[in-house]
């Protein structure tokens, strides 16, 4: 999740040196393959999401997993993040910290979030995990999350707007009593981490674009049970947490717009791991 530190004005004024990457059909390769990574490596985790066990361990797995297919984790270092993944739980919107003093427990939901670096591309996926049982309440905003993620993908299609991706996620939150992040946001990747465009999950996109065959952005909505508003842990400054306390959930693919009809989802193996 890319957070959003430019106001529209300051975002306008800096036009001319923001610029979408269209990616060659041999760049969307190599991004394929990427994503199938992060998506293999979120697969390999998946039966180890128990609960008694760390987020430290689940983190030394997916480094392991990761550098064991020739490939590096994107977030390790990046400005300063110290891990391979992102682990989110409960309350935790997105950005949480794997520690080994952090013990997965019953009825806990967990966000895992991997970005792979393979022969220089970037994949980015990320998908929820039960931790043993949970509640209809939790299960519920799961599902509600996936089905956002799935509202905006309808909307990747060559020569619509962008923020028609926000626009529908944010209707579909709302039918459900739930609202969404906007303090963070979808991206442009592929050739590196964060590129433009900046992809708003709500209705009030900062920038607005037509999209065209050749993009490659990601689709990431975080939904909230409660408010939509986040909070930023200070002793590590990054866990970014709801401001009241209720439960956070997100799904997150990599996709490709094409020349026509829907976009093709280049983190697709994510697919297999959505239960809710
Ligand atoms: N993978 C996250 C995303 O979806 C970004 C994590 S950045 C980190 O964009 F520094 F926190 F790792
Ligand atoms: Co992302
Ligand atoms: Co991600």
């Not at 430290?56 to 993040?81: G, M, N, R, V, W």
Request: with cysteine.
């Amino acid at each position: 999740m890319r957070p959003i530190f430019v106001t529209f004005a300051a975002a306008m004024a800096n036009d001319s040196n923001r610029k979408i990457i269209i990616k060659t059909p041999e760049q969307i390769a190599g991004i394929r393959e990427s994503g199938k990574l992060a998506a293999s490596t979120l697969a390999y985790l998946k039966p180890l999401v128990q609960p008694g066990i760390t987020t430290a361990y689940l983190d030394k797995k997916c480094k392991e997993f990761i550098f064991d297919h020739q490939a590096l984790p994107a977030t390790l270092h990046y400005h300063s993040f110290p891990s391979s993944c992102c682990t989110s739980i409960n309350d935790v919107v997105c950005h949480g910290i794997p520690d080994n003093k952090t013990v997965l427990r019953d009825g806990d939901i967990l966000n895992i979030d991997v970005t792979t670096i393979y022969n220089g591309y970037f994949g980015d996926t990320c998908t929820m995990f039960k931790v043993g049982e949970v509640s209809a309440y939790a299960s519920n905003l799961m599902k509600v999350a996936k089905c956002c993620l799935d509202e905006g993908l309808k909307q990747c299609y060559n020569g619509n707007r962008l923020s028609n991706i926000g626009k529908a996620i944010e209707k579909h939150a709302r039918a459900n009593g739930c609202s969404v992040v906007f303090e963070f946001c979808g991206h442009g990747v592929g050739l590196s981490f964060h590129e433009e465009p900046e992809v708003c999950h709500n209705s009030e996109t900062h920038r607005d674009y037509t999209l065209k065959p050749g993009m490659v952005f990601t689709v990431e909505p975080m939904i909230n049970a409660g408010k939509a508003r986040t909070k930023i842990d200070k002793w590590d400054n990054w866990t970014a947490r709801t401001i009241d306390g209720k439960l956070s959930a997100q799904y997150e693919h990599t996709l490709c717009i094409t020349e026509s009809g829907g976009p093709e989802i280049l983190t697709l193996e994510m697919e297999d791991l959505v239960e809710f």
